[in-house]
């Protein structure tokens, strides 16, 4: 069967092993006589499904008992707002750090509930997480929110924000993890809420995982949405309205992968490997290819990179398309090209990227 190198930011390459697992299951899942998208999600079945992937996600994270895992839906967007809704209680501040275009529209997305604060911010070029020293917190904020891995623009995190050093221990800090959430171990205690969207290092779309401190769970607003408000969904363990219950099943089996395949350690090794062998790849191409982020900050996940002639970058796609190597067009906003090397992109899939650019380039240098 023909599969290519899908560099895609989401949805994305799914590992075949996981594919082939859902297919094998897809008309009769485990003698039940249907597949899982048919079944009833208060059935034992599913039942089963919704509790393994749970404590599946809990062990490959560490994820501590004072923690509860959500699986919501709406995406990453709609937590821009299901955070304010769910986190002000009595307070009118939030405090933002904004880093790239997502969380910019996070940033923006809170100004309709709250004051939110501009911390600290990288812009307008966003080429790399502001000095936490320079991060200026309100005294009266609900919240300090991050963006840890930018998936536009290729900027992550090499840090876990430290809200004590800026004066304000305890403040709770929400984190969005879409693009980088499994990449590799994460202390979940020093976030006090991450989130993400699944259809990147996890499963298809239409999943949303949220960790949130339980604490966190008693400061929603009167008019938050009862689905989602995060207490009423971790009462009904994720089950207030119909969850969905598919791309929970398939992320359930990226879970079970992830843990035969030596965990989110082992993932992280293979990760940085990848990501040397493309950007050591971009520095040395004579300027040919270039990649505009600070090298402390460079995403694992997203690359992005400019060819030096843009007038090229019809003719590069064509011709990687041609060779097998998709979805390298960068994001609309920013052009370029951007290549996302998630979990399931192996090291083999990189290695023949970076064959690709080498002949282009001495073909076009
Ligand atoms: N945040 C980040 C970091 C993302 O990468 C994305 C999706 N690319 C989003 C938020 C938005 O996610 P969704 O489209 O699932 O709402």
């Given at each position: 069967m023909p599969r290519v190198w899908n560099f895609s930011a989401g949805p994305a390459v799914l590992p075949l092993e996981v594919l082939e697992q859902v297919r094998d299951e897809l008309l009769d899942w485990h003698g039940a006589g249907m597949g899982v998208m048919e079944m009833s999600h208060r059935g034992k079945a599913f039942t089963s499904i919704i509790e393994s992937a749970e404590a599946d996600l809990r062990e490959l994270l560490e994820v501590p008992d004072s923690y509860r895992i959500l699986f919501m839906q709406g995406g990453a967007i709609a937590e821009n707002a299901i955070i304010p809704l769910n986190l002000l209680g009595d307070k009118h501040t939030a405090d933002y750090v904004v880093t790239g275009s997502w969380s910019e529209k996070s940033f923006k997305e809170a100004k309709k509930y709250c004051n939110?604060?501009?911390?600290a911010s990288s812009g307008p070029h966003f080429s790399g997480v502001p000095a936490p020293e320079s991060w200026r917190l309100s005294t009266d904020s609900a919240y300090l929110f991050v963006c840890?891995?930018?998936?536009?623009?290729g900027v992550e995190y090499a840090f876990d924000p430290d809200v004590a050093a800026l004066g304000?221990?305890?403040?709770p800090v929400v984190a969005d993890?879409?693009?980088?959430?499994?990449s590799k171990p994460v202390d979940v205690s020093k976030y006090d809420l991450i989130f993400g969207g699944?259809?990147?290092?996890?499963?298809?779309?239409g999943l949303t995982i949220v960790i949130v401190r339980e604490e966190l769970l008693d400061r929603a607003l009167p008019i938050c949405p009862s689905a989602f408000h995060y207490k009423t969904v971790a009462e009904n363990g994720s089950m207030y309205n119909t969850p969905p219950t598919f791309a929970i099943y398939v992320a359930g089996l990226v879970f079970q992968w992830l843990k035969r395949n030596g965990g989110l350690a082992a993932m992280e090794q293979t990760n940085i490997r990848k990501a040397q062998l493309l950007y050591n790849y971009i520095d040395t191409s004579s300027g040919f290819y270039h990649n505009p982020i600070e090298l402390i900050s460079r995403s694992r996940m997203n690359v992005p990179f400019r060819l030096a002639n843009e007038a090229l970058n019809a003719e590069f796609l064509s011709q990687a398309q041609a060779a097998n190597?998709?979805?390298?067009?960068?994001?609309k906003s920013v052009g370029g090209m951007r290549a996302s090397i998630y979990n399931a992109m192996p090291l083999e899939g990189v290695q023949a990227l970076v064959d690709f650019m080498q002949d282009f380039a001495r073909e076009h240098g």
């Open positions: 939110a604060h501009l911390a840890t891995n930018e998936t536009i623009g304000r221990p305890g403040l993890m879409s693009s980088h959430l499994l699944a259809q990147k290092n996890i499963g298809p779309a190597l998709h979805s390298l067009k960068g994001h």
